[in-house]
């Protein structure tokens, strides 16, 4: 009889499609599951304090490093724990494939009491990802793991789950010969059909205004985009999209995609296209739908559920994202008699935009307005930028330092907070690049554990503490509707003394002047850091719009 187990099956595929890093927390249901893996030492887990930041920092690895996150849970509590995470991930489409325990085959829905039982495990992880499934025999363990993998990686990607009961885990089987030359089937998304692409690309030769709003389903067209934007095209991106082309191109606005800025909105107004390259359009993005986009509009998606989703369209072209723009730049790079050329007003009109916008918005900063030019001197041009949900992170964070390319944003796309430390935790373990993690004391607290992981791992990340005592967005959400300020703050450990337990170099900025200095001083060192920006020495931040004014023009 063999000694080769379901569990031993799992270690050997993960290593066969490619994982080399997964996380996760040694359970009394996962035991043989991680033993499989050890025994190989083929692929590095990270032990994680927690499975909530477990699961954003297989998030955060796959949305750095551009692969499949993979997370390893126990059953009941601990798969429970995964939920926030995996829904996260599928606010972010993001790759992750999640394997959890389950009790012995015969103990599931019987409500029989055993340790972590849940009833309906399946259900509740299938309602918090893309899919799951269930292993239900030794057998059909290889089948389903393809099946799981695949689903996770095919666009729109996303997290998917698998349970494995304890029993099954144990139980023997023969090695599957097929392992050994396994690929996983992703299947790929449509191409545009020749007809659709026909109108697309006459709509296109006859605007003389267009501008692109790409979103993170366009992350694989930068090269298309760019090729357009040096054309003559304007682009913007959604927030999820950020560094579709390179921020600082002229022709981008990147993120200052126009929610309470009235001169972006005006300038919409100017343009005679826009294409809607991979995105939702999110309404916190969007004011609610309420920006007023150009009249016409062309949407472009690999998921026909997005059309009309949020606004509506004059033409929608369902395949994916690079092929289009691909196709479309061919075409207009060979018109005939001539190459596409825009209205040749349109670059300089957008030139001013750009720089009147910016100044702009960081004029709505107060002490805070110099901060993204400052981070922007002193951080390598690859770095990884991850952001908590903050008031810094919501307007200058993300809407005025620029970035280079798609793997380098990471946010909570979902709007938590207390998720973005544990992301860059994930995404420092990606492929070495040095990680900027900017939280606030709130957001940073309610993950605190995982310091730990980041120390015992020696992640190559500064942490930046924007400090304000408390939940400023929610001060400024209750002084803007009315509401008393009430339970926003909250007792919390001294910094200095925080790291100095952990053992991590402190900064302390309380002079707006020396941000970008000490951040300097932190990113020169190898390995964890923790930079505290004390809020309430450098000064309150003002809220931003639709919680403060709207930004205005600044000469």
């Given at each position: 009889?063999?000694d ?40 590095r ?39 926030a ?54 057998e ?85 985009a ?27 606005l ?25 995105s ?39 395949g ?19 190459p ?17 916008a ?89 993950n605190?554990g ?29 002084d ?63 809220p ?12």
């Amino acid at each position: 009889m063999t000694d080769y187990t379901v569990a031993d099956l799992v270690a050997d595929f993960l290593a066969q499609i490619g994982v080399e890093t997964g996380f996760g927390i040694v359970s009394v249901h996962n035991i043989p599951l991680l033993d499989a893996i050890n025994r190989r030492n083929r692929i590095r887990v990270v032990p994680t304090r927690g499975e909530a930041g477990g699961s954003h920092m297989a998030d955060g690895y796959a949305r750095a490093g551009n692969r499949l996150g993979v997370l390893i849970t126990s059953t009941g509590p601990g798969a429970a724990n995964a939920c926030a995470g995996l829904v996260e991930a599928r606010f972010a489409a993001t790759p992750l494939l999640h394997i959890t325990g389950q009790n012995m085959t015969h103990q599931i829905g019987r409500d029989m009491g055993p340790a972590h039982d849940v009833p309906d495990q399946i259900g509740m992880l299938a309602a918090s990802g893309k899919a799951a499934f269930a292993v239900t025999s030794a057998e059909g363990a290889l089948g389903t793991l393809i099946e799981a993998a695949t689903a996770a990686l095919t666009p729109p990607c996303g997290p998917v789950s698998v349970e494995i009961p304890i029993d099954l885990q144990r139980a023997k089987i023969t090695r599957p010969e097929s392992l050994e030359t396994l690929a996983l089937p992703i299947r790929q998304p449509p191409s545009v059909d020749d007809a659709t692409m026909s109108k697309l690309i006459a709509t296109a030769k006859s605007a003389r205004r267009p501008i692109l709003w790409l979103g993170n389903g366009a992350a694989a067209a930068g090269p298309a985009a760019r090729r357009l934007l040096d054309m003559g095209f304007a682009a913007v991106t959604s927030w999820n999209g950020r560094a579709t082309v390179p921020e600082d191109h002229p022709m981008s606005l990147g993120a200052l995609n126009g929610g309470g800025v009235p001169m972006i909105e005006d300038f919409y107004g100017t343009c005679d296209l826009m294409i809607v390259a991979g995105s939702r359009q999110r309404a916190h993005e969007t004011i609610n739908n309420t920006v007023s986009l150009p009249e016409r509009r062309i949407q472009i998606d690999i998921d026909p559920v997005a059309d009309h989703r949020t606004y509506s369209n004059d033409l929608f072209v369902l395949g994916e994202v690079a092929d289009a723009l691909t196709r479309l730049a061919d075409a207009l790079e060979t018109w005939k008699p001539d190459p596409w050329t825009p209205d040749p007003s349109f670059g300089p009109d957008f030139h001013r935009l750009k720089a009147a916008a910016r100044r702009g918005f960081a004029a709505t900063l107060g002490p805070y307005a110099t901060f993204a030019e400052q981070l922007q001197s002193v951080m390598p041009r690859d770095a990884i930028w991850v952001r908590d949900v903050t008031v810094n992170h919501s307007t200058w964070g993300q809407r005025l330092l620029q970035l280079g390319e798609p793997t380098q944003s990471i946010y909570p796309v979902g709007a938590g907070i207390g998720q973005g430390f544990s992301l860059a935790v994930g995404a420092a373990l990606a492929d070495g690049r040095k990680t900027i993690c900017m939280t606030g004391d709130g957001g940073f607290f309610l993950n605190l554990g995982e310091l730990w992981t980041a120390v015992q791992e020696h992640t190559d990340m500064v942490i930046l503490v924007m400090n304000d005592s408390g939940y400023g967005v929610i001060r400024h959400i209750q002084d803007a509707t009315g509401a008393a300020r009430s339970y926003e703050s909250f007792a919390a450990p001294d910094l200095e003394g925080l790291a100095a337990l952990a053992k991590l170099p402190f900064w302390r900025v309380s002079d707006p002047d020396h941000f970008g200095p000490t951040v300097a001083e932190a990113l020169a060192i190898t390995g964890p850091t923790l930079v505290e920006v004390d809020m309430n020495a450098i000064g309150h931040h003002p809220p931003y719009f639709p919680y403060g004014p709207k930004v205005e023009a600044v000469d």
